[in-house]
């Protein structure tokens, strides 16, 4: 689908099959503090979804890299998870699958993309502003973390030419 600038990785589509290996990659990647990642037997259920489509981040002899889970519908896309394992960080292979992910929501008519990000997850927050989404609320307390506490979402919004 898409071809890295070094040519070290290349982003495909994925299947259910899939799943046992985006979830060993969460459980990795996401800050368990605020139980982001999904499980195996929920990517499933995601993808049992038409709407819904993974990418992954892979290279030869290497495990899952990285990936992001889309849903679109109509004119509507969500980018509902994203995540790059901590080796193969600042690589740029998020920025690629989130625009391979936009390629493929427009592709299927989707006309804006929008998502929901921790308040406190600055990498994330960096990498979408660089992308050009754009912040269009936010949703107090909307994570709940393992301690008790509790971190805002700001909605990102990037719309399609
Ligand atoms: C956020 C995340 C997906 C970024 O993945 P990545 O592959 O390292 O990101 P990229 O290499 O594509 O970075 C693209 C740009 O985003 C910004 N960025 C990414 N990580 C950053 C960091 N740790 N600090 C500051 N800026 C960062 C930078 O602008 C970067 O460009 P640059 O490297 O040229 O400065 C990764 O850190 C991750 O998996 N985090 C845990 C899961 C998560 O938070 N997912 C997103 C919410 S669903």
Redesign the pocket.
């Known amino acids: 689908m898409a071809t890295a600038r070094d040519a070290l990785w290349q982003i495909a589509a994925g299947t259910a099959v899939d799943a046992p290996a985006v979830e060993s990659l969460?459980a990795e990647?996401?800050?368990p503090a605020f139980r982001?990642a999904w499980s195996a037997a929920q990517l499933v259920r995601g993808l049992d979804d038409p709407g819904t489509f993974l990418l992954l981040a892979r290279a030869p002899g290497r495990p899952l890299m990285?990936f992001a889970l889309t849903r679109a519908v109509v004119a509507e896309s969500e980018?509902?998870?994203?995540?790059?394992?901590?080796s193969?960080?600042?690589?740029?292979?998020?920025?690629?699958?989130?625009e391979a992910a936009i390629a493929e929501a427009r592709a299927r008519g989707a006309r804006r993309m929008v998502?929901?990000?921790?308040e406190s997850?600055?990498?994330?927050r960096?990498?979408y502003?660089?992308?050009g989404f754009l912040p269009v609320g936010t949703r107090p307390s909307y994570y709940k973390s393992v301690t008790g506490g509790a971190a805002a979402a700001i909605t990102l919004s990037r719309a399609f030419d």
């Open positions: 969460s990647a996401f800050d982001e990285g980018l509902l998870l994203c995540a790059v394992a901590p193969s960080r600042r690589q740029g292979l998020a920025a690629a699958l989130v998502l929901e990000v921790r997850n600055h990498p994330a960096r990498l502003h660089r992308l």
